[in-house]
């Protein structure tokens, strides 16, 4: 009994009250986890006429979970959750749903700090935000910084200053850190900064003219223009990012949709300032999928740890905005509005955000199609069962057995999916260090990833190419077979003169074979090689650069770990410490001259 029947068998006790089902398959995955009204008549459409999607998901299930709640809007609620924790092959997903940065105001030191911030603990500061990306937050701590001029160094090398910093020279802090500012002059601008980020320019402006007034009547002209420079300044940062329309505390939520497929373009405004916007391209939609269902789970998705601002703005109407409202509320425990404009100011910020959505959909539908058409022609080559959307390739990267790092690179319709990259630290033994043993290395790999699996089983590649010959494909069966699993794979090597053009593959139960170096899908299998192998000798020059740095220190005599510590305090990195001159070595405490001597040429031999 399956599909249909499984369903139905399952109806005579499903009750007819609201909550969250959930479809598993016979490895009990979850495939699909839904909320509904009244679960027993949500499951009997199951039985109906179904959209392709849902046929497929049908087909596959063996088991029906369900859980009551006291609401519909506490089953949406808990849909959202059950999701993003489990991320079912056949719901709507939020592919990238990791935290939005936010700008920190640090007021646990006597010279406060602006800093980028990402997380969930918005405590020990004030926090501004948050913004659509990490370029956004650097580029208005950039801004900040050349107004405001406020320190941007870490507390160690703020101590241990004897003298001004480049920042200093270039005009983008007043180096408090040795005292070329006062401790009241530096509060105040601390104020202003914190004021330009809660949107209050206005009085910003009338108070920084009344100081600037004061400044030149007292006949302190310097300082005046420097005033007048940073009103400027103020005035055209609000011009660059203000424009006619803004909001107050708003998200904007915009839908473009061709042929099943779909952009979520989102827009944040705070304090009347746009904090930037970025595209979503949601998983597991279909032709035919309204932009309702999509938007609902959209954000049901987005706001389970993102606080959601007083007012959300929706390209297209949802079903029950009341119950969504509810849910948000129930979750953040703040008041929401979800509105759908229809005109003035609001309607041509939405129109704007429609348009990004559009471009934006647009553009990744053309990639998408590239890589979809390479997709194919692997499936075909290798006789997948279907489209493999996940593509994971791995290799190895070590010198004799030195230093050694195992990569992954993951590849899909969408291209290369650097967020999903992975560095595997190879922990140097018996098994590594001699001559650099790379099937204990790949052994060591793939059985670390594949434990993985088990906890993110959503993550599981289509098809996994490994770097190498017959002998790594002996590897990657021995390790399959005792973790009990079954994924397919291919092993790539180059040929015997290891000319690029001449890969030869080797499959399990099948003949090694070589392609035409011509063939487009031959192309696009070295390119997938190519991206981890230049990802793994990136990542093991990185590792033996750390090393060799940290060595250098530790091999001169007098130094410990304290005098480290303070040499890397004071300068900041390795690198400034190999620039220091003797004298500016010699300022560190308990460097002596002859020690100050011994690092100087040992850093530069």
Known sequence: MKGVEIVKSYLANAPESPGIYQMLDEDKNIIYIGKAKNIKNRLSQYTLKLSVKNTAMVALIRHIEYSITESESAALLLEGQLIKKFKPKFNILLKDDKSFPYIKLRMDHDYPQLLKFRGRNLTGGKFF?????????????????????????????????????????????????????????????????????????????????????????????????????????????????????????????????????????????????????????????????????????????????????????????????????????????????????????????????????????????????????????????????????????????????????????????????????????????????????????????LTRRIKRLKSEPHRKPDLMIIDGGRGHMGVVMEVMAKLGTSLPFICMSKGALRNSGREQFHRPGHDTFTLDKNLDVMKYLQILRDEVHNFAIKSHRNKRAKSIRASSLDQIDGIGESRKKALLNYFGSFKAISGATISELKKIDGISDDLAKSIYEALRS
């Open 129 to 445: 935000g948050p913004f659509a990306s990490a370029m956004q937050v650097d580029v208005t701590l950039s801004e900040l910084q050349k107004i405001f001029k406020l320190r941007s160094c870490s507390d160690s090398y703020f101590t241990n200053r004897a003298r001004p910093c480049l920042q200093y020279q270039i005009k983008r802090c007043y180096a408090p850190c040795v005292n070329k500012i006062s401790k009241n002059e530096y509060d105040d601008l601390v104020r202003q900064a914190q004021a330009f980020l809660e949107g209050k320019n206005k009085k910003l402006q009338e108070m920084l003219s009344a100081k600037m007034e004061q400044l030149s009547a007292d006949m302190k002209f310097e300082q005046a223009a420097e005033i007048r420079d940073r009103i400027k300044a103020i005035s055209y940062v609000q011009l660059k990012s203000g424009g006619a329309h803004s909001l107050p505390d708003a998200d904007v939520i915009a839908l473009a949709s061709h042929n099943g497929e779909f952009c979520v373009q989102l827009f944040i405004y705070r304090a009347h300032q746009p904090c930037g916007n970025q595209a979503y391209f949601p998983a597991h939609t279909e032709r035919g999928e309204s932009a309702g269902n999509v938007l609902s789970s959209f954000l049901m998705q987005l706001y389970q740890n993102k606080t959601p601002p007083k007012q959300i703005l929706l390209s297209h109407e949802i079903d029950d905005i009341k119950m969504h409202e509810q849910a948000l509320k129930k979750l953040h425990g703040n008041s929401v509005t979800i509105s759908v404009p229809k005109h003035g100011g609001r309607h041509k910020i939405m129109e704007n955000a429609l348009r990004n959505a559009e471009l934006a959909l647009e553009k990744h539908l053309k990639i998408s199609a590239k890589n979809t058409n390479a997709l194919e022609a692997v499936q075909e080559l290798f006789s997948l069962p279907e489209l493999p959307r996940r593509i994971e390739v791995y290799d190895n990267s070590h010198i004799q057995g030195a230093f050694p790092v195992g990569a992954m690179v993951v590849a899909g319709k969408d291209g290369f999916e650097k967020k999903e990259y992975r560095l595997f630290n190879i922990k140097e033994s018996d098994q590594t260090s001699h001559g650099g043993d790379d099937y204990a290395m790949l052994r060591e790999v």
